[in-house]
């Protein structure tokens, strides 16, 4: 890094007390300027690593990444804090989490023919026609609807589901933050040079 030149030997005629005072603005005005430039660089290396998990992850239903962004956080004067925000099931896509029927015994997980084009074709269980539970063979308590002589599955009945993490929003950071540094360092560099 160059950082700025100045001469305080006196030769060339300059003034060394002079040039001191203008090596001092100009720190103090590159100073000033680092909380932006690192903000941004920051912000930068936060989008380029919300795009890269919906690149790389793509989930059924996209509402998951509905209104993710990234958000300044209130800090201190000289503090920089940005959070990552969007709908509440992102921490769980990240985190992992073990979901638990809230209002009811059982939770109700959907299968094919309770589906039409990934979407549910009622709103709950309990809207189809004809319907009954029994256990398969397998053991899992099952929702079916009789269609004449036929049987159709329609929910597994589960008391909890554990989602695993499976997003990688934490590692798509780690992995921006080299780069971040690298142009966090250029810029200030170029606000010393250019001060």
Do not use: C
Request: net charge positive; glycine share 8%.
């Amino acid at each position: 890094m160059s950082g700025f030149a100045f001469d305080i030997t006196g030769r060339g005629g300059s003034d060394p007390e002079k040039e001191i005072r203008k090596a001092e603005r100009q720190l103090n005005l590159a100073v000033k300027k680092v909380p932006n430039v690192v903000r941004k660089e920051l912000r930068k290396a936060l989008e380029l690593a919300i795009a890269d998990v919906i690149r790389r992850r793509p989930l059924k239903g996209n509402q998951i990444y509905e209104g993710l962004r990234v958000e300044d956080i209130p800090a201190g004067s000289n503090d920089i804090a940005m959070a990552i925000r969007g709908n509440r099931l992102l921490a769980v896509h990240e985190f992992g989490a073990t979901i638990f029927a809230k209002r009811a015994q059982f939770l109700t997980i959907p299968l094919d023919a309770a589906l039409k084009g990934g979407r549910k074709i009622h709103r709950s269980s309990r809207d189809w026609k004809n319907t009954f539970v029994f256990r398969s063979k397998a053991g899992n308590l099952l929702i079916a609807q009789k269609k004449g002589r036929r049987v159709v599955p329609l929910y597994v009945l589960k008391r909890s589901v554990r989602i695993p993490a499976r997003l990688g929003m934490r590692q798509s950071i780690a992995d921006q933050m080299p780069r971040a540094l690298t142009r966090i360092l250029d810029s200030m560099d170029k606000e010393l040079n250019n001060g």
